[in-house]
């Protein structure tokens, strides 16, 4: 039986009282609470930093928190958000310098790996990486705001990659972060994902736990 991942964004949550809603949707059901870090620099949008991942962790999140960092140069933040509670970390080969070595400070900082590829990004950023990649992390929309559609050629870049992660030998997941909506994940997990990343599609609802267990629903009737 495939194992999916919801990871709410909290770039929609109710940051007037952000801890509590973070404890609210994992209690509904999130299997991880997903970060979108901008930088206004890397991509046209200022979000957070390190700081609010250290407070949430301290506030006691009992789910892996997810950090994607869209910010350049990348190097210089990774330790930061690795002590500050992160346990999974994705960049944009864009973003560094040297995307092995980016990779690799990841690891020395004892959290797990994540590739993000922007809707233009060639797959073939990955050629001679994979052994240090845990997580292809596919923008389904251009990075830098929330509440953007679901760009349709993604199924087609996911159909790809899980072809190229299956014939690779690892076991690499493959998430999916960009207007995912309850209307839409069947088919984005046919195409071949298992992390999915939702924003206002779980927060804009008052009931998180109905929202989260419909998504279940569609992914376990059309894909299990």
Do not use: W
Not at 24 to 34: F, L, N, P, R
Not at 104 to 132: F, Q, R, V, W, Y
Not at 163 to 190: Q, T
């Amino acid at each position: 039986m495939k194992n999916f991942i919801i990871a709410p964004s909290i770039l929609s949550a109710n940051f007037a009282c952000l801890g509590e809603d973070i404890k609210k949707v994992i209690k509904a059901g999130a299997d991880m609470i997903h970060f979108d870090v901008m930088d206004n620099h890397f991509v046209p949008n200022l979000t957070f930093g390190a700081l609010i991942c250290k407070s949430l962790n301290d506030y006691g999140i009992s789910v892996p928190i997810d950090v994607h960092l869209m910010v350049k140069p990348v190097d210089r933040i990774i330790p930061d958000f690795a002590k500050a509670g992160a346990k999974h970390i994705s960049i944009h080969p864009e973003a560094s310098n040297n995307v092995k070595k980016s990779l690799e400070l990841i690891i020395e900082h004892g959290c797990t790996t994540g590739l993000a590829l922007n809707p233009m990004t060639p797959l073939s950023c990955l050629d001679n990486i994979m052994d240090k990649v845990n997580t292809i992390l596919v923008m389904s929309v251009n990075p830098g705001f929330a509440n953007q559609l679901f760009i349709p050629q993604t199924l087609n870049k996911l159909r790809k990659l899980r072809k190229l992660i299956n014939n690779s030998g690892y076991k690499i997941n493959l998430e999916v972060d960009g207007g995912v909506k309850i209307n839409n994940i069947a088919s984005i997990g046919i195409a071949g994902a298992d992390i999915f990343v939702i924003g206002s599609e779980i927060f804009n609802h008052v009931n998180y736990k109905s929202v989260i267990n419909l998504i279940r629903d569609k992914l376990k009737k059309n894909i299990l």
